[in-house]
């Protein structure tokens, strides 16, 4: 099952709309209707977050690798962490984008 077939039917099975989801996971309405539309999965950064918006494991969204040829070798290493190293890692990668801004020439 592809992505997006995932994605519409947790929405079904919770009852939640395209704003529901994109209030959850603090992204645009547009990027969840992207989602719902392509066939391809959404960047890492979004898959975690996503997942801890809806309550769900990362992996009712990947399907447990079902769509491995989608993932790079990094993306597949951070599915196979627990929820709490991800959320770890994702904790690590903000605070180094929010340092990059204070100081861009590093």
């Not at 994702?90 to 204070?102: A, N, Q, W």
């Amino acid at each position: 099952m592809k992505f997006k077939d995932k994605l519409r039917k947790i929405m079904t099975d919770k009852a939640l709309t395209q704003k529901d989801i994109a209030l959850k996971a603090k992204v645009s309405q547009n990027t969840v209707s992207k989602w719902l539309r392509l066939d391809s999965s959404p960047k890492l950064k979004y898959i975690q977050p996503l997942a801890k918006a809806l309550n769900i494991r990362v992996s009712d969204l990947t399907g447990e690798y079902e769509d491995s040829d989608n993932f790079t070798p990094t993306e597949k290493r951070f599915l196979a962490l627990s929820p709490k190293q991800q959320e770890f890692l994702i904790g690590l990668l903000d605070y180094f984008e929010d340092y990059k801004k204070e100081f861009p020439n590093l």
